[in-house]
């Protein structure tokens, strides 16, 4: 029994391996020799261009002649049948979906999708129906939901925007004119939690703006038709008793607006409404 097991033996040795592989699945378009073998013989290539989601068989002679090229002794004894899995769903194109959804929402800026987690390997099959919907209600973090068929996953993305918007190129004193003191240029408004504005030229700054600011609503006014110092007509009247004196204005003036003037005869402040021409009308 031993002299026959041994005589065995001394077969296998002389012809070398026997490779009895049926059947791979791969995630590439080519299908490789050690791959076909199962064994670490050389990362050779022996067909491509199999699509994904296809099945393609290679033939034991096929095999033979690839492995026969390496100087290996061996003999191959099945066809193989290789199959290739779907591709994975791509960054790419889910990327360039929820960008194109922003730009619906969003037509003027320029849309960067900044971060794209994708936990689960999701299989772009074509034979399977498939939406991709998220919220474009924000800019900023949010979950885009994908349907294949019966099955749901959910993708994490962060989404910035980019706009042109005015911007101060040195600081600015409450009340004085934003004429001569912003540039536009294109900045991310992701975060802004006010609208931009775009006749920031004729405006004036609402409040002290440090240089590097963007212009929002929330910090412009209109230009003041007079600015705190300037000389005023102060007009008393009740319909039987009128007077009229000269001020000047203890802060800046808006059409139609309060304002507080200081009578230079008396010293005292009081308050008015301006209506134009240099007049305040003052409370009676």
């Known amino acids: 029994m031993k002299k026959f097991l041994l005589i065995i033996l001394m077969l296998l040795l002389s012809t070398g391996f026997a490779f009895a592989q049926k059947y791979v699945t791969i995630t590439e378009d080519c299908v490789y020799l050690d791959e076909l073998t199962a064994s670490h013989i050389p990362h050779n290539k022996v067909e491509c261009g199999i699509k994904a989601g296809s099945e393609k068989l290679i033939t034991k002679d096929v095999i033979q002649s690839h492995l026969d090229s390496t100087g290996i002794k061996g003999t191959v004894l099945n066809d193989v049948l290789v199959a290739r899995e779907w591709e994975k769903l791509s960054y790419e194109k889910v990327s360039e979906y929820i960008k194109n959804e922003y730009k619906k929402a969003y037509p003027d800026m320029k849309i960067v999708v900044d971060q794209l987690r994708i936990s689960e390997d999701i299989y772009d099959n074509p034979d399977i129906k498939m939406n991709i919907s998220c919220d474009t209600s924000k800019l900023g973090g949010g979950y885009a939901q994908v349907r294949l068929g ?3 996953y959910q993708i994490y993305y962060y989404v910035k925007g980019y706009k042109d918007a005015y911007v101060t190129t040195e600081r600015i004193k409450a009340g004085d004119s934003l004429a001569g003191k912003i540039k536009k240029v294109n900045v991310e408004v992701t975060n802004l939690k006010n609208e931009l504005v775009d006749n920031a030229e004729s405006l004036a700054a609402s409040r002290a703006v440090p240089a590097g600011k963007v212009i929002t609503a929330d910090i412009v006014q209109e230009k003041p038709a ?19 004196t000269q001020g000047v204005v203890e802060e800046n003036a808006m059409p139609g607006k309060q304002v507080l003037v200081r009578n230079l005869t008396s010293q005292k402040v009081i308050s008015g409404s301006y209506i134009g021409n240099g007049i305040v009308k003052a409370d009676f």
């Open 226 to 244: 007079l600015k705190k110092g300037e000389a005023v007509k102060i007009v008393v009247s009740n319909g039987i008793l009128h007077i009229e």
């Open 150 to 152: 019966n099955n749901k």
